[in-house]
């Protein structure tokens, strides 16, 4: 590239992320594509089937696979995979759904509505076996720790991350990818196959905005906080304030505006 900084001109190689699309089959039939970022792909898969409702627990997913033969002369492009349910998991109609295409950036733009998400949540947004109360000392300090976490972002810069912390603001989890509701996936996604889900007790925190496909990816994962550096929408107010999320946004220094849920912090 051909950099221009206060009047001086040059010439140096930079590093770029990577944005490549990823095909979803269930059951052998496709069902969505998303633009992402290669890694954590099994990850993705089964957290984007959390949010959709299909999957919900470990036992109901039998395996991942990415799909050999993808391309004209036989070869694995790694950017297709197959999840293939447990016996008597119900499979969704693919031929009556959308086929979903679903971008970088929007998620699965116009798919879900606050009606939706209420009927296909499996469990309430609760705290756990305890009351979660969260300091706001504890709150300001998350956004320096998710940015300590991110890796890939200090080479590139191009990056979202989500991480999954403790009621003690303790690390859990963390995973970036182009698509912020893309990270969001791979975290959900690992949980799942760990068994972990539903995540009730922890603390989400997004390195961009709260939008409505972000809040709606907590609540099905049964993540009581949700928390992000920029602004909520609307709708994800609406969602957070209808489940009894706690919604926060603007966390930056000693500032947040809290949207929904404030009982949970100790104000």
Same mark, same amino acid.
């Given at each position: 590239?051909?950099?221009?900084? *206060?009047?001086?001109?040059?010439?140096?190689?930079?590093?770029?992320?990577?944005?490549?699309?990823?095909?979803?089959?269930?059951?052998?039939?496709?069902?969505?594509?998303?633009?992402?970022?290669?890694?954590?792909?099994?990850?993705?898969?089964?957290?984007?089937?959390?949010?959709?409702?299909?999957?919900?627990?470990? *036992?109901?997913?039998?395996?991942?696979?990415?799909? !050999? %033969?993808?391309? !004209?002369?036989?070869?694995?492009?790694?950017?297709?995979? *197959?999840?293939?349910?447990?016996?008597?998991?119900?499979?969704?109609?693919?031929?009556?759904?959308?086929?979903?295409?679903?971008?970088?950036?929007? %998620?699965?733009?116009?798919?879900?509505?606050?009606?939706?998400?209420?009927?296909?949540?499996?469990?309430?947004?609760?705290?756990?076996?305890?009351?979660?109360?969260?300091?706001?000392?504890?709150?300001?300090?998350?956004p320096e720790r998710l940015r300590e976490a991110q890796r890939v972002f200090d080479r590139t810069g %191009?990056?979202?991350?989500?991480?999954?912390?403790?009621?003690?603001?303790?690390?859990?989890?963390?995973?970036?990818?182009?698509?912020?509701?893309?990270?969001?996936?791979?975290?959900?996604?690992?949980?799942?196959?760990?068994?972990?889900?539903?995540?009730?007790?922890?603390?989400?925190?997004?390195?961009?905005?709260?939008?409505?496909?972000?809040?709606?990816?907590?609540?099905?994962?049964?993540?009581?906080?949700?928390?992000a550096v920029s602004a909520p929408s609307s709708l994800a107010v609406d969602?957070?304030?209808?489940?009894?999320?706690?919604?926060?946004?603007?966390?930056?220094?000693?500032?947040?505006?809290?949207?929904?849920?404030?009982?949970?912090?100790?104000?």
């Amino acid at each position: 590239m051909v950099r221009v900084r *206060d009047g001086a001109v040059n010439t140096r190689p930079d590093t770029l992320v990577a944005e490549e699309p990823l095909e979803i089959r269930l059951n052998g039939k496709p069902l969505a594509i998303t633009m992402r970022t290669p890694g954590d792909d099994f990850d993705l898969a089964a957290g984007f089937l959390v949010s959709e409702g299909v999957l919900g627990r470990a *036992d109901e997913l039998a395996n991942i696979v990415y799909c !050999a %033969g993808a391309t !004209a002369d036989g070869g694995n492009t790694y950017n297709v995979v *197959d999840v293939r349910l447990a016996p008597g998991v119900p499979v969704p109609d693919i031929a009556l759904e959308r086929n979903v295409y679903t971008t970088s950036s929007c %998620g699965l733009c116009g798919k879900a509505s606050l009606d939706a998400v209420r009927t296909t949540a499996r469990w309430p947004v609760t705290d756990g076996p305890a009351p979660l109360r969260l300091t706001p000392e504890l709150l300001f300090a998350l956004p320096e720790r998710l940015r300590e976490a991110q890796r890939v972002f200090d080479r590139t810069g %191009g990056l979202h991350a989500a991480a999954l912390f403790s009621p003690g603001g303790e690390l859990l989890d963390v995973r970036e990818d182009v698509g912020r509701h893309n990270a969001v996936d791979k975290l959900v996604g690992a949980a799942l196959r760990q068994g972990l889900l539903p995540l009730a007790g922890s603390v989400l925190m997004v390195s961009g905005r709260a939008s409505f496909e972000l809040a709606q990816k907590a609540v099905m994962a049964g993540i009581p906080v949700l928390a992000a550096v920029s602004a909520p929408s609307s709708l994800a107010v609406d969602l957070a304030a209808e489940t009894g999320m706690t919604l926060i946004g603007f966390l930056r220094g000693s500032s947040m505006n809290i949207y929904a849920g404030e009982e949970r912090v100790t104000l």
